[in-house]
């Protein structure tokens, strides 16, 4: 093997590209590999989602419930809706 082509085969290598092309396009195309997996494989974090209760709101369901179940009939009752038994 002619010491040009070793000397070729052994810059190469490390690249895992053939001989074609000049070095930036090779780190050219491994950050935008590493920049889009990083993107692709990207993990959301978002903070719980918390509302103060309004005490008001949580009243007036609580009378339209005893209204619409009856006294002894309501499960459940929050500031937006209410549940029956």
Known sequence: MP???????????PFFFSNDGNRMTRIASYCLA???SALLSACVF???????TDT???????EQAL???????????????????
């Open 56 to 62: 008001n709101a949580v009243a007036k369901m609580s």
């Open 46 to 52: 978002a903070p719980p989602v918390t509302t103060p």
């Open 34 to 36: 590493l920049g889009a």
């Open 67 to 85: 209204a619409t179940c009856g006294a002894g009939n309501v499960k459940e009752v929050n500031a937006k809706s209410f549940t029956c038994k």
């Open 3 to 13: 010491r040009d082509a070793l000397a070729r085969a052994a810059y190469a290598a």
